[in-house]
């Protein structure tokens, strides 16, 4: 089939790349011509795992290419997708001016019967808009599809590839086939094709981030409670995760939830609840649990320097939002570091992939960039620990042990056996576990 993708982020790169990969004739539109003369000249723009080869690959079978021209793109697809962003406004909603605005662009441009379809995260009632917008000024007839997008970054090619399961919004017939044809090598294993109309489909996007966040909140609470009790987190959530109706994954506490997807977009369904005069009581709880549990690991780190941190050096081992991905949108580490900056401390950090991003985005925060990880250590007075990079999971302690003047770890994502860290003559806080002490 022929598509287009409006939009080559993190979502309409891996969305080309993968409809490419299946033997689609895929042409990439964006407008920002670093991005797009990066991409010409064969680099992948962003990190995601196992997207390398098959951009390569795609490239060179002329499968896939890169464009700001929208008119080349709109007239050679059947289905055009828009992966556009959709940041929050001041107010929490969702800001759909990119959306619309490449909505009533393209309706000028149709040569025939096309399928739009909204993969970009987008509010109750945004394809009867972007309907609105087209109509007036198209030629030809169309429809308007939502298809909202749930892979997760750091995993974005398998679960595009395999996804567990695809929403299809649409009601119209003609639209449904095409997207059906379209996706069927992608759910050979299966997994179903959900197909709903366009406002359920939606809302389903919401609806599915701001459960996992709620997820992710509860189990950040109770993680507050073990602390002021005595348990510990990670033993009740083994306890609570074998639970069929549970589930073992996204119980974890932590430093909170970050990115650019469930801070946005749990603010984005409150938002709707409330122009629907519909107060979310468990978003909104959501929203503050995560508000307070950021400042929990520098609360920490302030008490154990006594409230002083005014010249103190401290390493920081990680600063994309989560492991497997250069995305440092709303990542907790930059949060992090600005308090600490604030307070006084000097941040030396380490991260695999992100430290290049933080840089050229955040020039705001006087951060040291380290090398490598004991490079970062080294001569700090203690460490902390925000992003769980799997490099970072079986660390030399003896040898953090000599480099942190102070002899201490804040591990924010609680990747450590506590004793274990202790019996190397550290001082170990975690989360929702008891801090512990192995300095003598
Ligand atoms: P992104 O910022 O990485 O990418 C958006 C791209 O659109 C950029 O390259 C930008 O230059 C381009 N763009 C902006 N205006 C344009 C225009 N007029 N014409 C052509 N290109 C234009 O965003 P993203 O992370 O890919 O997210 C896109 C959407 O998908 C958002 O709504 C997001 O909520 C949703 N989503 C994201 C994820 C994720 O993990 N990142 C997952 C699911 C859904």
Redesign the pocket.
């Known amino acids: 089939m022929r598509i287009a993708v409006?939009?080559?982020?993190?979502?309409?790169?891996v969305t080309g790349t993968c409809f490419a990969e299946t033997g689609n004739q895929v042409i990439c539109?964006?407008?920002?011509q670093e991005?797009l003369a990066k991409l010409r000249a064969g680099t992948v723009t962003?990190y995601e795992p196992g997207l390398e080869v098959l951009f390569e690959r795609n490239i060179k079978e002329q499968r896939l290419s890169f464009t700001?021209n929208?008119r080349q793109a709109v007239e050679h697809a059947q289905i055009i997708f828009l992966?556009?962003?959709?940041p929050p406004q001041e107010d929490g909603s969702?800001d759909l001016q990119?959306v619309l605005?490449?909505a009533t662009?393209l309706a000028p441009l149709l040569n025939g019967y096309k399928v739009i379809v909204n993969?970009?995260?987008?509010p109750v009632g945004t394809a009867d808009r972007v309907r609105e917008a087209i109509a007036p000024l198209a030629q030809h007839a169309f429809d308007v599809v939502s298809n909202?997008?749930?892979?997760?970054?750091g995993a974005?090619v398998e679960d595009f590839m395999k996804p567990e399961r695809v929403v299809v919004g649409t009601r119209s017939a003609r639209a449904r086939a095409l997207m059906e044809e379209l996706y069927k090598p992608f759910v050979m294993s299966g997994n179903p094709i959900i197909f709903m109309d366009e406002r359920s489909s939606e809302l389903t996007?919401y609806a599915a981030n701001s459960f996992l966040a709620t997820k992710i909140s509860f189990m950040n609470e109770v993680a507050q409670l073990c602390e002021r009790v005595g348990a510990d987190v990670d033993q009740v959530r083994r306890g609570i995760g074998t639970d069929s109706r549970i589930g073992k994954r996204f119980i974890f506490a932590g430093v909170g939830y970050g990115?650019?997807?469930f801070p946005?977009?749990v603010k984005a369904l409150n938002y709707t609840a409330h122009e629907h005069n519909y107060q979310f009581r468990i978003l909104e709880s959501v929203l503050e649990v995560n508000r307070v549990q950021k400042d929990l690991l520098v609360s920490k780190v302030d008490a154990f320097f006594q409230h002083n941190l005014k010249g103190k050096r401290l390493a920081l081992w990680g600063l994309a939002f989560k492991p497997n991905t250069d995305?440092i949108?709303e990542a907790p580490a930059l949060a992090i570091a600005a308090d600490l900056i604030a307070a006084g401390a000097h941040i030396t950090a380490f991260d695999p992939v992100a430290m290049p991003l933080v840089q050229r985005y955040h020039p705001e925060l006087p951060i040291t960039y380290a090398p490598g990880m004991y490079e970062a250590t080294a001569g700090a007075d203690a460490l902390l620990i925000v992003t769980e990079w799997n490099e970072f999971r079986t660390p030399d302690f003896e040898r953090l042990q000599t480099q942190l003047s102070h002899k201490a770890l804040f591990d924010g994502r609680n990747i450590y056996e506590p004793d274990q860290v202790a019996g190397y003559g550290l001082y170990y806080a975690s989360i929702g576990r008891a801090f512990i002490d192995g300095r003598s």
Do not use: M
């Open positions: 409006i939009g080559t982020g993190y979502v309409g790169l539109v964006d407008i920002d991005k962003i700001d929208l992966a556009l962003p959709t969702a990119y605005r490449v662009d993969k970009s995260t987008v909202p997008e749930f892979l997760r970054e974005a996007k990115g650019s997807c946005k977009d995305d949108r």
